[in-house]
């Protein structure tokens, strides 16, 4: 229910950037939540914003319940809060939203900025990447703005304030819509006016996720305003900014920042989960949240630091054969880098010729918390034998995790992948299997031994009276999520249409 994959050792890593964060004896002051001053403690501050309270209903009982059943849920997640809770409900007060919203991360990510759901949404506030552009928030291979804790957090309440206005300060159907998308609560409005029924979000057709979304936070609120009541522990945090925002000015090794700051690097990737390498982005932003206590040695350090040393640089003699791609998945960096840095017009490279290239100033499993350690460290926890898969035409999820007798959630989870993103063939998959591999690299499923081979053929079906996504999937042994992913035009769509021709890939041996 509330299970979210998090980086080995997060709240240890996260409770030690708290404690840098503040050392202070007064930070755990005020320790019995109830009694707190809201002057000092963020959590009596939230109580006192608290609008949406003294709402009853039985779902809302129910998902009380949950947390009464696991309170060292609240104990641990409350602790990871830490650092982000004041910038988050400054910004809510300051756009005059309820204060319930500093809430919603605890639903959405357990308030872990690295948090990647099923769905493909990412950071503190599980934003997908459609809404996420839409919300200005630039996703590339150095950056993803859904996970930078300022710009996600802004994107979010701007996002949850024009759904307000859509639903003319109905803050609960607001909470709907942003759980189920707002054409979603508006069609369900709309069946129920036609129905001649109430349209309150207690009396909508909704999603069995989104019915059970709202009550939740709602449950929530309630262990907050009165934890004692409920059995739950709350970590004191301090009601004064937790860090400060650094203009850096260009790009910059993340462990040289680090050792700038006299910082573990974990605790700026902690504070700077947006960029997803080894180095901030060179197109920016050109910032870097930081401590307040190391904001200013790292000032100092970086004026008085040759901008020339911000990055470590090799010189690369091109050699026959090579390519731009090869090259940049060598040093691990991008070809738009090289290209800028050499000032090269296209991707054509000639045997003897020299480039620049920025590298990291440590070796990579330094920077624990990017993107691509983050993925090693997934897929290097699994049982039985690690097969590293290599996609052909037709595969799908549903086909490769059949194949090794997994889920395809868990075939997801060790790639670093939503179930639903898109895979191609060429591309490497990691899986743990407990069948017996001749080898640990597999590029047919031959080698399994004692398995028959599913004989996978494409298939073009066209939609009969009657017919639903579901159907289909049953009639033909896969799943919905296959259907989609091989037809990306019903991305987005809720129906299909006799006449419509659909594409599947189908296990002729099986049907």
Not at 8 to 23: D, E, I, M, P
Not at 24 to 33: E, K, T
Not at 100 to 123: K, T
Not at 150 to 157: K, N
Request: glycine share 6%; proline share 5%; hydrophobic share 40%.
């Amino acid at each position: 229910m509330y299970s979210i994959s998090l980086p080995k050792n997060y709240a240890a890593l996260a409770l030690g950037l708290w404690l840098s964060l503040c050392a202070a004896p007064s930070c755990f002051a005020n320790a019995a939540p109830v009694a707190a001053d809201a002057s000092t403690d963020i959590w009596q501050r939230i109580r006192q914003g608290l609008t949406l309270q003294d709402i009853e209903n039985s779902r809302i009982a129910a998902e009380r319940n949950w947390y009464v059943k696991n309170p060292e849920y609240m104990a641990r997640v409350s602790s990871r809060a830490a650092p982000y809770l004041y910038y988050v409900v400054e910004e809510i007060e300051r756009r005059g939203m309820p204060m319930e919203f500093a809430l919603l991360p605890v639903m959405e990510s357990a308030y872990d900025p690295f948090a990647y759901s099923h769905g493909r949404a990412a950071g503190l506030w599980q934003i997908i990447p459609g809404t996420g552009r839409e919300l200005g928030l630039t996703q590339d291979w150095w950056y993803d703005g859904r996970r930078d804790v300022r710009a996600s957090t802004d994107a979010a309440l701007e996002y949850l304030s024009r759904l307000g206005r859509a639903f003319d300060g109905d803050w609960l159907k607001a909470l709907a819509a942003y759980n189920a998308g707002k054409r979603r609560v508006r069609q369900a409005e709309a069946r129920n006016r036609n129905l001649g029924r109430q349209q309150d979000f207690w009396s909508l057709k909704l999603p069995v996720e989104t019915r059970n979304y709202v009550p939740r936070l709602l449950a929530l609120t309630d262990v907050v305003a009165d934890p004692q009541k409920y059995g739950q522990t709350l970590t004191p945090v301090p009601n004064s900014a937790h860090f400060a925002v650094i203009e850096t000015g260009s790009q910059i090794d993340l462990a040289q920042a680090a050792s700038l700051a006299g910082l573990d690097i974990d605790a700026v990737y902690l504070l700077n989960p947006g960029f997803n390498r080894w180095a901030t982005s060179p197109g920016g932003p050109h910032q870097l949240l930081l401590p307040d206590t190391a904001a200013a040695s790292f000032e100092e350090n970086l004026a008085a630091l040759d901008p020339g040393q911000r990055l470590q640089w090799t010189r690369y003699t091109v050699r026959t054969g090579d390519s731009l791609s090869e090259i940049s998945d060598r040093f691990n960096t991008e070809i738009k880098v090289i290209r800028d840095v050499n000032k090269l017009r296209n991707n054509r490279i000639v045997a003897g010729k020299t480039l620049m290239i920025p590298i990291a100033s440590a070796p990579l499993e330094v920077y624990a918390l990017s993107a691509d350690q983050r993925q090693a460290a997934k897929q290097s926890k699994g049982e039985g034998n690690r097969v590293e898969y290599t996609v052909r035409p037709g595969d799908s999820f549903w086909s490769i995790a059949r194949r090794f007798e997994v889920s395809t959630r868990k075939l997801a989870e060790w790639n670093g992948l939503a179930v639903r993103d898109p895979i191609h063939p060429g591309q490497t998959l990691v899986v743990w299997s407990k069948q017996p591999v001749s080898t640990s690299r597999v590029t047919s499923a031959s080698t399994l031994i004692p398995q028959r081979e599913p004989m996978m053929r494409k298939l073009g079906y066209r939609v009969r009276n009657g017919d639903s996504l579901a159907r289909i999937a049953g009639k033909f042994n896969i799943t919905i999520e296959d259907i989609i992913s091989w037809n990306q035009k019903l991305r987005g769509k809720k129906y299909i249409h006799p006449g419509q021709n659909l594409t599947l890939y189908v296990d002729v041996t099986s049907t």
